[in-house]
């Protein structure tokens, strides 16, 4: 790839920025942020770990728009992060108006390239610039299972004792406390979790999934997550980047999937060099397919206070 932009050069901007830059998953990275002279500062301020991780490349930052030219990837990681006791819907308000900008920018200066949102609340954004700019569900999608699952997964590594690399976890359906860790398909190299942990240790494990972006949020106080948030879009760009067609929880348009349309939410999807290049359709059983519509109802209520905007 041969441009990727980052728009929002906060917390998950900059590590994001860090963390391409260091894996030279591209080797030209914009930054554009609106706080007067940031982006070039935490662009330089990246550049010059260059020697101590050994990477190439450029990478630049704007309060101008114009910096978007040209760009192959989009992340979009503006916009307000919630504060502890609020929930991601409580920064919907504030954020759409951010999102609607961003998205003109985006629509004016890189026309040609895929979009990737990060902000909150992620679905309802998601599904927003989906409705703004008129593109392909496979251009336009958002990162919030990969981050769930791979907390889900820090979990069971945690309690079992294995190595994080044998672990396989699947969360679908809106990035809210009804997320959807789906434990049947959770595996430790192919054995279900069942076989290792009790049904009480593996229902504590679920409930903290659901309630981890809070967890770390109360811990950190004045800010929410992220290192890990930074990581799940490094890795969703890694198999945009390198065509992998990686089997991942992506935020994308449903139509008629899972019995559901005219909204965004996570659902395992093929992710390569054209983005989102198909959504897989699971068989879930009566009770996963219960709590995916009761995740998808409380993404609907999101999008009916985005109408009424
Ligand atoms: N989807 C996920 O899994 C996930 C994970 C972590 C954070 N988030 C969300 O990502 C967002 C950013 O979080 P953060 O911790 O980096 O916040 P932050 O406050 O550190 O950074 C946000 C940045 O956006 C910039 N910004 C605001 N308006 C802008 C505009 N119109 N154009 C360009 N830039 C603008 C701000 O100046 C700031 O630098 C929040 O909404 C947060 O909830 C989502
Ligand atoms: O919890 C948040 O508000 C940020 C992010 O969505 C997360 O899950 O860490």
């Known amino acids: ?37 940031v982006p070039e500062g935490v662009a330089l301020d990246i550049l010059q770990s260059a020697p101590f991780f050994k990477f190439d490349g450029v990478l630049s ?83 919030a299972g990969v981050l769930d699952a791979s907390r889900m997964a820090s979990f069971i590594a945690q309690e079992t004792g294995f ?13 809210g406390d009804t997320m959807v860790p789906v434990t049947r398909f959770c595996t430790i190299n192919g054995v279900p979790i069942a076989h290792f ?8 494990i679920v409930e903290r999934t659901r309630t981890g972006g809070a967890e770390i949020l109360a811990l950190r106080k004045n800010s929410s997550a992220y290192d890990a948030p930074g990581a799940a879009v490094a890795a969703m760009v890694d198999a945009i980047a390198n065509n992998r067609r990686r089997l991942l929880p992506c935020v994308a348009l449903l139509d008629g999937e899972y019995g559901e349309t005219d909204i ?36 609907r209520i999101d999008i009916e206070r985005l109408n009424m905007l």
């Open 1 to 37: 790839m041969k441009k990727i932009s980052i728009v929002g050069a906060g917390r998950v901007g900059e590590t994001t920025a860090q963390i391409l830059a260091e894996t030279e998953l591209c080797r030209d990275i914009a930054l554009f942020d609106v706080r007067e002279d």
């Open 61 to 143: 930052g704007s309060n101008d728009p114009h910096i978007l030219r040209d760009s192959d990837l989009v992340i979009v990681t503006a916009g307000f992060p919630r504060q502890p006791g609020m929930s991601r819907a409580d920064v919907l308000e504030s954020n759409v108006r951010i999102i609607d900008q961003v998205t003109d920018h985006i629509m004016t200066h890189a026309p040609n390239a895929m979009i990737l949102v990060v902000s909150n609340p992620v679905d309802t954004l998601t599904y927003r610039v989906a409705q703004r700019t008129g593109w392909g569900r496979e251009r336009v999608f958002g990162q």
């Open 163 to 175: 190595s994080t690399r044998d672990i396989t976890t699947l969360v679908l359906g809106g990035h």
């Open 197 to 204: 942990l009790s049904k009480e240790r593996i229902a504590a």
């Open 264 to 299: 965004a939410m996570g659902v395992p999807c093929i992710l390569g060099e054209r983005g989102v290049e198909s959504v897989v359709t699971l068989d879930l059983n009566a009770e996963e397919r219960a709590d995916f519509q009761r995740s998808a109802q409380a993404v």
